[in-house]
């Protein structure tokens, strides 16, 4: 008996330090958004990773009992928490609309890379009229030594860009952690080839979107058939989201083993998917030939079969790109595709 009250006691004790947790933590988040106005009333950067390393390493040595890994988690969470509370709220009233544009033009890098590359591409995309940048903030690479993106402070400087020049923002999810926490501040969400088959992230994206029909644009799986990929539409659409667009990206074939090609460009499926289905039909071309000197034609081509957009990479220094800089448009290329669809 005198445990069982000992256990009671401990626990209202515990119960007690959870809510002095979280009374704390609310305390932090409020100041964090005081901190946020000032910061962009003078301009300067909401991250600071300088900072977050100080804030860690000071914890770290002050609590040398804890686990400093279990405090760097801690902290990254709290982190990455608190940029979220520093983005703008999405106003999407006529995205719809902008998304009924023929041709339907999505541009943008690889990956965000930094707030001056993203601020550079986003300027020079608005001056031609592009109302959709995309760019990668977590990206599935290959190889776990690729570059795997910046993550939520990606998003942070992608959305101040996007906000300032009237953009819609298509970014990549590649789990449901991501999808909670990026929602409300991306516009289009994409689905890529790599997850076309996680029919659990399909599931829990067709769910979440299914009250406010958000729009998703999902990229056929480099090895898909075309009924593969039209069940996977069905997983995003049985919630009640139809607001699906189909992205072609190219397909693996025997070609690869010889071709410059990245992948074999998957035109004809752009006649047959207009056959089964009405949703918009976006071509990628940048994936689908990883070459951008076959860019203009591919997407002549796309166009000419009936496709309803064009999503293709745009970056200000390709050669110094950290992904994808073979298959990238610098400005004055972009600027002759424009040309030669418009």
Do not use: W
């Amino acid at each position: 008996m005198k445990n069982k009250n000992q256990i009671k006691i401990l626990r209202e004790q515990i119960d007690e330090i959870d809510e002095q947790l979280f009374d704390l933590l609310d305390r932090r988040f409020g100041t964090v958004k005081k901190l946020s106005r000032i910061k962009r009333k003078i301009k300067i950067s909401i991250t600071d990773i300088q900072r977050q390393e100080k804030i860690i390493q000071r914890i770290t040595q002050k609590y040398n009992k804890i686990d400093p890994k279990f405090i760097e988690e801690i902290f990254l969470s709290i982190f990455d928490y608190s940029k979220i509370l520093q983005l703008y709220k999405i106003e999407n009233k006529s995205l719809i609309k902008n998304l009924q544009e023929k041709p339907l033009l999505i541009a943008g890098p690889c990956s965000i890379e930094s707030k001056e590359q993203i601020e550079t591409i986003s300027n020079f995309l608005k001056e031609n009229g592009i109302k959709f940048l995309r760019g990668g903030i977590f990206k599935p690479r290959t190889s776990p030594e690729s570059f795997q993106g910046l993550g939520i402070d990606g998003l942070i400087y992608m959305k101040d860009a996007a906000v300032k020049n009237d953009q819609y923002i298509v970014t990549e999810i590649m789990t449901e952690k991501q999808l909670d926490q990026v929602y409300d501040f991306v516009d289009v969400i994409q689905i890529g080839s790599r997850n076309m088959c996680s029919f659990g992230l399909l599931k829990a994206i067709g769910k979440k979107t299914a009250k406010d029909k958000k729009p998703i644009l999902l990229k056929r799986g480099m090895n898909s058939t075309i009924n593969e990929y039209l069940s996977a539409v069905k997983y995003l659409t049985k919630y009640g989201n139809n607001n699906v667009l189909l992205c072609l990206r190219g397909i693996r074939t025997f070609e690869q083993i010889d071709s410059e090609l990245r992948n074999t460009p998957d035109l004809a499926s752009i006649l047959e998917l207009k056959e089964k289905t009405n949703k918009k039909i976006i071509f990628d071309p940048s994936h689908s030939t990883g070459n951008k000197k076959h860019i203009v034609e591919i997407s002549k081509a796309a166009l000419k079969l009936g496709a309803d957009g064009i999503m293709i990479e745009v970056h200000n220094k390709p050669e110094t790109a950290l992904s994808d800089g073979k298959q990238s448009l610098d400005f004055k290329q972009f600027n002759n595709f424009l040309k030669e669809i418009r």
